[in-house]
């Protein structure tokens, strides 16, 4: 099976940088997803890692060490409108590209 | 972007009925698409892998005799819930991924289910 870990809670400033981290434990994957979630929304697409390294998109960037099982998301330039709920999740292999979520992290963003 | 639409957005039943909802992606063909439930503050479960003109795939835990699932055609998954109970209310949503696109898993907007 699968399992992820990542922290349940998050609390930054406005125009701070924030990481969150994600730890996980699978018998085989084909890459590290991240997503946002609104209250009441969907979740969004941020980002892929299938290989080790940092991508970056915009304000957004991600990790992802195979090696060490660990991942993060790193957030910059924060915005009130950042505050939200993010999930990383894992396509393990031979799911047909399905994805397992970890529980989730809730940020909030302060003046 | 692709998008995926869910129908209905919220519904409300009684003890004992069951419930289509449906997800729709509606500007590419999906021949595989994900149905998830989330509990208020919790994260995505997933629930089943619908493929189109086959059987669903359940994962564990998870009764196919009551979440039925069907994959009709490339643009359309349906999950019925069937003799609803109040503790299957829960936000329902369901995704697609759209290849030629990418690796991004594209989510509805899920649908409300209050059983009463």
């Known amino acids: 099976g699968q399992s992820l870990e990542q922290p349940s809670e998050v609390t930054a400033v406005e125009g701070a940088i924030v990481q969150i981290n994600c730890t996980y434990q699978?018998?085989?994957?084909?890459?590290l997803s991240w997503y946002q979630q609104h209250d009441g929304g969907a979740p969004t697409f941020l980002s892929y890692n299938a290989l080790d390294g940092l991508e970056e998109t915009g304000r957004f960037s991600s990790f992802l060490s195979r090696s060490d099982s660990y991942g993060y998301l790193l957030l910059q330039e924060l915005q009130m409108k950042d505050s939200a709920s993010y999930f990383c999740?894992?396509?393990?292999?031979?799911?047909?590209?399905?994805?397992?979520f970890g529980a989730g992290t809730r940020l909030a963003v302060h003046p | 972007g692709a998008v995926v639409s869910q129908h209905p957005s919220w519904v409300i039943c009684k003890s004992g009925t069951s419930v289509k909802i449906e997800c729709r992606s509606l500007d590419f063909q999906a021949t595989t698409m994900f149905w998830y439930r989330q509990f208020p503050k919790q994260s995505l479960m997933l629930m089943a892998t619908s493929n189109e003109g086959s059987k669903a795939t359940y994962e564990q835990g998870v009764e196919k005799d009551k979440f039925l699932i069907n994959h009709a055609s490339l643009t359309l998954s349906t999950l019925t819930v069937t003799s609803a109970h109040p503790e299957d209310s829960s936000f329902y949503i369901c995704s697609a991924r759209d290849p030629p696109a990418g690796d991004e898993q594209y989510f509805g907007p899920g649908t409300r289910l209050t059983v009463t």
């Open positions: 999740a894992v396509s393990p292999s031979g799911g047909y590209n399905k994805l397992i």
């Open positions: 699978t018998s085989g994957f084909y890459g």
